[in-house]
């Protein structure tokens, strides 16, 4: 090693450097420790060692030390093999010296120092020699011999070249040193972004996610927006409607149903009886003017077959039965005169007749008989001259006894075994149909009962409906018919007895004198005395039914045909007995 190399190894500052008080004493050549305090080579007075003075050369390599150390130690057996005293200490110490006296580990001692803390060097540039690590020998291998150590002054040999040259530094950075990471110390704050740069960086700041805290932060503002907007919300909808239901905004649009909409002509529906049933209901003006003046009478029917025969009420068509004119109006609009075929005033029925007209629809006729308390029927009239009204209801009675008066001419009374309705009649209904709930006819309404009138009341007089209506059964409207139409006049059953019309007590009582046609109130020859009643008997029961008045009594009877036979049940002086009746007849009109 040349002087210029040796020259460029920095020089150390010579400083003693005191071994802690716990040091061991080194060994010697044996192995063995010197006592401490004991004094020699490279020791003060009080017994620690003294670091050996540092010249500025370059330690001896570690094989070179190895190798001297070596044959140091079996001089030292020999020596101490031949005079038999220990060998002296050791000058020097097993590792080397720190040349750069690193604290803590620039005094020699019996440990390895620890290996400096590495910290990451710039990579030097292209084509600087790097230095060669040195490595350790392995156990067993052998280690060249130490050379001599140099004279006091003189520069190691191979100094220089165990110092490789230094690497080139990289600039420092300017500007404020970073501190060095800690994982246990919380982060610094960042430091404030100017307004300018904010936008830039909100898109990458927003892909970090937010700092710790910021979640919590954001969680509440966005509960706090949900609610704020629910607030809102609830109470904008509970404004709008008041405002709407106040009317003080918007203009006002009332809805309404689509064509059609409700709407069911089903044929058991009221609305589909009324469309089948309308064409085939007249109205009937009776007497001069244009049917609303004085003396003018309007009432109801209906067409019984395409022939033009038209049924209705006796009292509907009173004058024109004496000649007067009568005017029949269809549903459709069409009218024509109207002729009387003939009138059964004991039932209050009649038969009018139209010619010339076509297309007339007429209506089916049902069962009376089978018509059952409860049932739905329908009323359509022409109701204080009000054509083609439809009423609703039931049937609240059957085989009611009713006398109709015969209008306001006086004509006969009319005793009627009546449907009870509480469908709407009124006066202008007379004459109308009752119809089932398919349609067919099964009465023809003829009287009604208003607050402060009688049962008598005819439904083309005076008066209201207070749901109290009467309707002559169809099946003896319809005998009634045919024989006015095939023989002009109608018969009904008798039973050869006159009734006493005052008598108050429970039954139909035979009167005690009176006058008929031959002045007894028993016919002779007649029904009644063919079965053997007397004056005075009081009948009971018709065929197990209880009878109560002699109106009662009559209606039983008008609702057979003569010669059917009735069993008559008769209290005569306390006792009471059955007798056997055949119903005779008699024109109707006598």
Not at 57 to 74: E, L, M
Not at 286 to 301: A, I, K, L
Not at 424 to 436: E, Q, R, T, V
Not at 480 to 485: K, M, R, T, Y
Request: charged share 20%; proline share 12%; aromatic share 2%.
């Amino acid at each position: 090693m040349d002087e210029k190399s040796a020259e460029s190894c920095p020089k150390a500052p010579d400083r003693p450097r005191e071994s802690p008080a716990w040091r061991l004493p080194l060994p010697d050549a044996s192995g063995m420790s010197a006592p401490r305090g004991t004094g020699g080579p490279d020791r003060s007075s009080d017994g620690r060692l003294a670091r050996p003075a540092f010249d500025g050369a370059a330690p001896p390599p570690v094989s070179a030390r190895t190798a001297g150390a070596a044959s140091g130690a079996s001089g030292a057996s020999g020596a101490s093999g031949a005079n038999g005293r220990l060998p002296p200490e050791r000058s020097e110490p097993l590792h080397g010296t720190d040349p750069y006296s690193t604290p803590p580990y620039g005094g020699p001692g019996p440990w390895a120092p620890a290996p400096l803390v590495q910290r990451p060097a710039a990579t030097p540039a292209h084509g600087v020699p790097l230095p060669s690590p040195v490595t350790t020998p392995a156990a067993g291998t052998p280690v060249a011999a130490a050379a001599p150590e140099p004279a006091a002054g003189a520069p190691a040999p191979g100094a220089a070249a165990a110092r490789p040259a230094p690497l080139p530094r990289e600039p420092r950075p300017s500007g404020p040193r970073q501190p060095r990471y800690d994982p246990w110390t919380t982060p610094p704050a960042p430091a404030p972004v100017p307004p300018s740069a904010s936008a830039q960086s909100s898109a990458p700041a927003a892909q970090d996610g937010p700092a710790e805290g910021g979640g919590r932060h954001g969680a509440r503002l966005v509960a706090a927006t949900v609610a704020l907007s629910l607030a809102v919300g609830i109470a904008g909808g509970l404004l709008g409607a008041y405002l709407e239901r106040e009317g003080l905004v918007g203009d006002v649009e009332l809805p309404q149903a689509g064509s059609g909409t409700g709407v069911d002509t089903t044929p058991g529906s009221v609305a589909g009886i009324a469309k089948a049933a309308l064409p085939g209901v007249v109205t009937l003006h009776d007497g001069d003017g244009d049917g609303e003046g004085t003396g003018t009478r309007v009432g109801s029917g209906f067409v019984l077959d395409d022939r033009g025969h038209i049924l209705t009420n006796s009292h509907v068509v009173e004058s024109a039965a004496r000649g007067g004119p009568l005017e029949v109006a269809f549903h459709d609009g069409r009218s024509a005169k109207g002729e009387v075929v003939g009138t059964a005033r004991g039932y209050d029925l009649a038969v009018v007749r139209v010619s010339g007209l076509r297309d007339l629809e007429p209506l089916p006729l049902g069962d009376s008989e089978s018509v059952a308390v409860g049932d739905p029927v329908v009323a359509v009239g022409a109701p204080f001259g009000l054509a083609g009204t439809v009423t609703y209801g039931i049937v609240s009675a059957t085989h009611r006894p009713v006398t109709a008066a015969g209008g306001p001419d006086g004509g006969a009374t009319g005793y009627v075994d009546a449907l009870q309705t509480d469908a709407a009649m009124n006066p202008g209904n007379s004459g109308g149909p009752l119809l089932d709930s398919r349609g067919r006819v099964v009465g023809i309404n003829s009287a009604i009962r208003s607050a402060g009138s009688g049962p008598g009341l005819p439904a083309g007089g005076g008066g209201g409906s207070v749901g109290l209506g009467f309707a002559i059964p169809v099946d003896q409207g319809r005998r009634v018919a045919e024989e006015l139409i095939n023989d002009g006049r109608a018969v009904r059953p008798v039973l050869g007895v006159r009734l006493d019309m005052g008598y108050g007590g429970d039954g139909a009582r035979v009167a005690t004198s009176g006058s008929s046609r031959d002045g007894k109130p028993v016919v002779p020859g007649g029904p009644g005395e063919k079965a053997g009643l007397e004056p005075g008997d009081v009948v009971t029961a018709v065929d197990g039914t209880g009878v109560h008045s002699a109106e009662e009594l009559i209606v039983k009877a008008r609702g057979h045909r003569p010669g059917d036979v009735l069993r008559l049940t008769v209290r005569r002086d306390g006792k009471t007995r059955t007798v056997t009746l055949e119903l005779g007849s008699a024109v109707d009109d006598e």
